[in-house]
Nanobody, 123 residues
Framework: QVQLAESGGGLVQAGGSLRLSCVGSGTIYSVNRMGWYRRTPGEQRELVASIDGPGGTTYADSVRGRFTISKGSAKNTIYLQMNSLKPEDTAVYYC?????????????????WGKGTPVTVSS
């Protein structure tokens, strides 16, 4: 069973920084893409940043230049370095992975989600 565990959320003042971590565990044959989404109350979940197998990255316009997604040295680990945080970055941040649990899983992979970690930026 695949699990994604996030950590690193918390309360920070505007202009500050936080680093989120996500570790995938369980039976994982290969990972197509991992990333971070966020959701604020009453809003849709939105993509913040993602990184694919070769290391290609995608960012939301609202965070580009402030946030950096990266892979960890440990397998199935990613980070989100968040700098120059703004109150509008306040949300629950979810780790996401599209992966193949087994060699015989669908080539396009399956979607998995973490439980989320809250980030609060005070003004």
């Amino acid at each position: 069973q695949v699990q994604l565990a996030e950590s690193g959320g918390g309360l920070v003042q505007a202009g500050g920084s936080l680093r989120l971590s996500c570790v995938g565990s369980g039976t994982i044959y290969s990972v197509n893409r991992m990333g971070w989404y966020r959701r604020t109350p009453g809003e849709q979940r939105e993509l913040v940043a993602s990184i694919d197998g070769p290391g290609g990255t995608t960012y939301a316009d609202s965070v580009r230049g402030r946030f950096t997604i990266s892979k960890g040295s440990a397998k199935n680990t990613i980070y989100l370095q968040m700098n120059s945080l703004k109150p509008e970055d306040t949300a629950v941040y979810y780790c996401y992975a599209r992966l193949r649990p087994h060699e015989y899983s669908d080539y396009h992979g399956e979607d998995y989600w973490g439980k989320g970690t809250p980030v609060t930026v005070s003004s």
